[in-house]
């Protein structure tokens, strides 16, 4: 195969891969789909193996590939037309049961060549409260519906009895089977797509192609690896806040990375499992620390799974927070995926200094509400997913609004709460001082506030980060940390708990929360004292914050007092220096 037949075929496989990502954006129903993008498509060889991946959530890139090869095995029988779903995490290693997946064989000739997979989230699919994802389940049947690898279309013909028994498990069944549907027929509508790529160059050769891109993928890995030093790096350690049962037991996660060569081994290590629901599959963990690593040492190539061959993760036995034992309650696995997601960025830090940001704030969270609406009387379902920042950089700032490497999925705009929900937006900012501070700042947090205009409502937050903030590297400041808060008509405002299951408001009441910062990079005190100026000036930064954190004297017409500035920075922060090896992180941060 000619080089320009092998990036041709390829592109085009990532082309139609993309284009099945905004049919679904289009033909989806619910507000997680079409405005947060919570969903994935990937296709797949004929052994499984990941080729090609749409505009990705790498936290689904693991459970989809996991999935594939569960029903492979369990189907063998598979003809033309027939697809397949599947959400229980234990069976097929669903990251939890509101991600929906529906896996489609395609054929030539009756012969499989390959798969087209998507994930989606639901926003309700049953369990003990509306939502479904209630952040003090104590087992994995409190979490929802409950779907083994099943078919879902038989040669072309859906199965009825599939749509009754999901349908019969949902407060919104129009919305959840309308977004099912658009998933088995995007899926579909993919199969025409690559019935072209095959019927143009042939199945061997495409075959071929897709095999010759996971061995380019695998080989320039290899070399950028070679060139980092040998040697063990960390651990690295960081806490979640609880599991939303026991609120005084924290959790902890480790990473230790071992270089060796041309490969990387990252050794995971955690608490035992949590009665809670902040358990995580090892299979989910896996595939985004690979995608972590391609995301440092070879971003312009694509993913697939070439990138799994040089990288190993072991984690710690079964029973355990990072592999936990079934049935034990999952919901909430971003959380844990942010925190490994911190810990792994600093063991990287410490390999390749230059080329890794800070942590980012992992304080993202998802907030869900529900409710009879009071125009048409019907149940809705209300899922918003928001972000705290991004790490610094080497040699710049986080972003500020957005969330960890591994979690590619879109704030809720207003416009769209606004019009589908009985609720009000009243306040959505930037949180100021939230950004860890370091030479480079870490990226802020945002502020959201939402009056509820429906007679009643029942919330739930599935958060963290409310005592343990990203603590940064290489001598930054920690983030700020998270909060919450309700205000009722006449009352003050009451702080709330990062996990909250089932809370009831009612109208005019004001919910509060506001996300905890990224990490920063380096020492504080060493950033150009314009830069802390202008933070002031943007509102990003405090004048207090200026002072303590960053020795900057910020006079009251925002000019910089140059000698209250030096005096400030003659003497060494003692927060702000370099913190040794094996000194701990993850330090909790009161708010003032």
């Given at each position: 195969m000619n080089a320009i037949e092998l990036e041709v075929i390829y592109q085009s496989t990532l082309q139609i891969?993309?284009?099945?990502?905004?049919?679904?954006?289009?033909?989806?129903?619910s507000t997680i789909i079409k405005e947060s993008q919570d969903f994935t498509f990937a296709i797949f060889d004929a052994q499984g193996r990941m080729v090609a991946q749409g505009i990705p959530q790498p936290l689904h890139i693991g459970p989809l590939a996991a999935q594939v090869g569960e029903i492979r095995r369990r189907f063998s029988d598979a003809a033309p037309g027939d697809a397949f779903i599947v959400n229980h995490p234990y069976q097929?290693?669903?990251n939890h049961s509101t991600d929906v997946t529906i896996i489609t064989p395609m054929f030539v000739d009756e012969r499989i060549v390959g798969y087209i997979g998507n994930t989606a989230h639901k926003p309700d699919l049953g369990g003990k409260v509306p939502g479904t994802n209630a952040g003090d389940a104590t087992d994995l049947f409190q979490e929802g519906l409950l779907i083994p690898p099943l078919r879902i279309l038989r040669r072309g013909e859906l199965l009825a009895d599939i749509e009754r028994v999901i349908c019969a498990n949902t407060r919104t069944p129009e919305v959840t089977w309308g977004d099912i549907t658009a998933q088995v027929n995007t899926n579909t509508y993919g199969l025409t797509r690559f019935a072209e790529l095959f019927a143009k160059y042939g199945a061997d050769?495409?075959?071929?192609c897709w095999q010759r891109w996971m061995d380019i993928c695998e080989t320039a890995l290899r070399k950028e690896?070679?060139?980092?030093?040998?040697?063990?790096?960390g651990p690295e350690s960081d806490y979640l806040d609880d599991d939303g049962i026991d609120l005084g037991k924290s959790y902890r996660i480790s990473v230790s990375l071992q270089v060796k060569g041309d490969t990387l081994h990252f050794i995971l290590?955690?608490?035992?499992?949590?009665?809670?629901?902040?358990?995580?599959?090892?299979?989910?963990?896996?595939?985004?620390?690979?995608?972590?690593v391609k995301m440092v040492f070879i971003p312009n190539l694509p993913v697939n799974d070439g990138l799994s061959r040089p990288v190993q993760v072991s984690y710690p036995p079964e029973g355990s927070l990072l592999n936990p034992r079934f049935p034990a309650p999952v919901n909430m696995y971003v959380r844990p995926s942010q925190v490994t997601t911190s810990v792994a960025i600093r063991a990287l830090a410490r390999a390749v200094p230059g080329r890794?940001?800070?942590?980012?704030?992992?304080?993202?969270?998802?907030?869900?509400?529900?409710?009879?609406?009071?125009?048409?009387?019907?149940?809705?379902?209300?899922?918003?997913?928001?972000?705290?920042?991004?790490?610094?950089?080497?040699?710049?700032?986080?972003?500020?609004?957005?969330?960890?490497?591994?979690?590619?999925?879109?704030?809720?705009?207003?416009?769209?709460?606004?019009?589908?929900?009985?609720?009000?937006?009243?306040?959505?900012?930037?949180?100021?001082?939230?950004?860890?501070?370091?030479?480079?700042?870490?990226?802020?947090?945002?502020?959201?506030?939402w009056r509820i205009l429906g007679d009643e409502s029942v919330i739930n937050l599935r958060t963290d980060r409310?005592?343990?903030?990203?603590?940064?590297?290489?001598?930054?400041k920690p983030a700020h940390v998270s909060a919450a808060s309700l205000q009722s008509v006449g009352e003050a405002a009451r702080p709330l708990t990062s996990k909250v299951a089932g809370l009831r408001l009612k109208k005019d009441d004001i919910l509060s929360m506001e996300f905890a910062g990224g990490g920063g990079w380096g020492d504080p005190r060493r950033r150009a004292p314009e830069r802390v100026r202008d933070d002031v000036v943007r509102g990003y930064v405090s004048r207090e914050a200026a002072r303590d954190d960053y020795g900057v004297a910020v006079t009251d017409d925002l000019s910089i007092d140059a000698d209250a500035t030096a005096e400030l920075r003659g003497t060494e922060s003692i927060a702000a220096r370099p913190r040794e090896s094996g000194e701990p992180v993850g330090f909790p941060l009161a708010r003032e």
């Amino acid at each position: 195969m000619n080089a320009i037949e092998l990036e041709v075929i390829y592109q085009s496989t990532l082309q139609i891969a993309r284009e099945l990502t905004l049919n679904m954006l289009r033909t989806g129903y619910s507000t997680i789909i079409k405005e947060s993008q919570d969903f994935t498509f990937a296709i797949f060889d004929a052994q499984g193996r990941m080729v090609a991946q749409g505009i990705p959530q790498p936290l689904h890139i693991g459970p989809l590939a996991a999935q594939v090869g569960e029903i492979r095995r369990r189907f063998s029988d598979a003809a033309p037309g027939d697809a397949f779903i599947v959400n229980h995490p234990y069976q097929a290693c669903q990251n939890h049961s509101t991600d929906v997946t529906i896996i489609t064989p395609m054929f030539v000739d009756e012969r499989i060549v390959g798969y087209i997979g998507n994930t989606a989230h639901k926003p309700d699919l049953g369990g003990k409260v509306p939502g479904t994802n209630a952040g003090d389940a104590t087992d994995l049947f409190q979490e929802g519906l409950l779907i083994p690898p099943l078919r879902i279309l038989r040669r072309g013909e859906l199965l009825a009895d599939i749509e009754r028994v999901i349908c019969a498990n949902t407060r919104t069944p129009e919305v959840t089977w309308g977004d099912i549907t658009a998933q088995v027929n995007t899926n579909t509508y993919g199969l025409t797509r690559f019935a072209e790529l095959f019927a143009k160059y042939g199945a061997d050769k495409v075959l071929a192609c897709w095999q010759r891109w996971m061995d380019i993928c695998e080989t320039a890995l290899r070399k950028e690896i070679e060139k980092v030093p040998d040697g063990r790096y960390g651990p690295e350690s960081d806490y979640l806040d609880d599991d939303g049962i026991d609120l005084g037991k924290s959790y902890r996660i480790s990473v230790s990375l071992q270089v060796k060569g041309d490969t990387l081994h990252f050794i995971l290590d955690s608490d035992p499992q949590a009665h809670g629901p902040i358990n995580l599959r090892p299979c989910v963990s896996k595939n985004f620390i690979q995608c972590l690593v391609k995301m440092v040492f070879i971003p312009n190539l694509p993913v697939n799974d070439g990138l799994s061959r040089p990288v190993q993760v072991s984690y710690p036995p079964e029973g355990s927070l990072l592999n936990p034992r079934f049935p034990a309650p999952v919901n909430m696995y971003v959380r844990p995926s942010q925190v490994t997601t911190s810990v792994a960025i600093r063991a990287l830090a410490r390999a390749v200094p230059g080329r890794v940001p800070a942590p980012g704030s992992a304080a993202g969270g998802s907030i869900s509400s529900a409710g009879r609406h009071p125009q048409t009387g019907r149940w809705y379902s209300q899922y918003e997913i928001l972000s705290g920042g991004t790490g610094a950089r080497p040699d710049g700032d986080g972003i500020s609004a957005m969330d960890e490497l591994v979690v590619n999925v879109m704030n809720t705009p207003i416009e769209a709460v606004e019009s589908e929900f009985p609720v009000r937006v009243e306040r959505y900012e930037l949180a100021q001082d939230s950004g860890g501070p370091g030479t480079f700042r870490g990226g802020l947090g945002v502020r959201r506030q939402w009056r509820i205009l429906g007679d009643e409502s029942v919330i739930n937050l599935r958060t963290d980060r409310f005592k343990y903030s990203s603590p940064g590297i290489f001598g930054a400041k920690p983030a700020h940390v998270s909060a919450a808060s309700l205000q009722s008509v006449g009352e003050a405002a009451r702080p709330l708990t990062s996990k909250v299951a089932g809370l009831r408001l009612k109208k005019d009441d004001i919910l509060s929360m506001e996300f905890a910062g990224g990490g920063g990079w380096g020492d504080p005190r060493r950033r150009a004292p314009e830069r802390v100026r202008d933070d002031v000036v943007r509102g990003y930064v405090s004048r207090e914050a200026a002072r303590d954190d960053y020795g900057v004297a910020v006079t009251d017409d925002l000019s910089i007092d140059a000698d209250a500035t030096a005096e400030l920075r003659g003497t060494e922060s003692i927060a702000a220096r370099p913190r040794e090896s094996g000194e701990p992180v993850g330090f909790p941060l009161a708010r003032e």
